[in-house]
């Protein structure tokens, strides 16, 4: 970085994982543990995403399961992956819902649009029942906002209980759990 880390220190975390000069300015932290699986630089704006989430859907959004309860939990848990030799960095997602013995679960990826301001992020994701999606949103402020841009539904899932026609819904979550990066 040729004298430039002081300007760049408070931007990343690099540094305080990883010392670029050999003059030892940078010193690593003996008490820090490595992650298995390390955050993608390019995936930084997403670094509070990371872990376990829990909620507890209101009335009426059961989306994007079919569950035949008004009401249902789910817990959310999104992972580093392993970074691919060819295309983005992506999060793993996996989603699992629950009432009572009905279970349903997603499984996807997160990735962001490089070089874009305010972030733009991308889901996809299919789940054991069949529904396979692309959302597609921004994030501003540590709040992520998605419009579903693409669903595809299977056959024997059942329609009649699908918010179809749903581009847009909230949903809260608690975190429960960090990811050690």
């Not at 040729?2 to 010392?19: L, Y």
């Not at 997602?93 to 009905?102: F, P, R, V």
Request: contains cysteine; charged residues 15%; hydrophobic residues 40%.
């Amino acid at each position: 970085m040729e004298d430039k880390c002081h300007a760049v220190i408070t931007q990343t975390n690099f540094f305080d994982v990883n010392c670029a000069l050999s003059c030892n300015l940078c010193t690593q932290d003996p008490t820090y543990t490595l992650p298995e699986i390390p955050l993608p630089p390019a995936l930084e704006p997403l670094q509070f995403i990371l872990g376990r989430w829990y909620s507890q859907a209101a009335k009426g959004y059961r989306f994007p399961t079919d569950l035949y309860e008004n009401e249902y939990e789910e817990i959310l848990d999104i992972a580093p992956s392993n970074v691919p030799m060819f295309g983005p960095p992506s999060l793993n997602l996996t989603s699992t819902s629950w009432i009572n013995d009905d279970i349903r679960v997603t499984h996807g990826f997160i990735t962001l649009k490089p070089n874009a301001f305010p972030p733009e992020v991308a889901i996809l994701s299919t789940s054991n029942e069949g529904l396979n999606m692309i959302e597609l949103g921004i994030l501003k402020q540590h709040v992520l906002t998605l419009n579903v841009s693409y669903m595809q539904v299977h056959p024997t899932m059942d329609n009649s209980i699908l918010p179809l026609g749903v581009s847009q819904f909230k949903k809260m979550f608690k975190k429960m759990q960090d990811y050690l990066i």
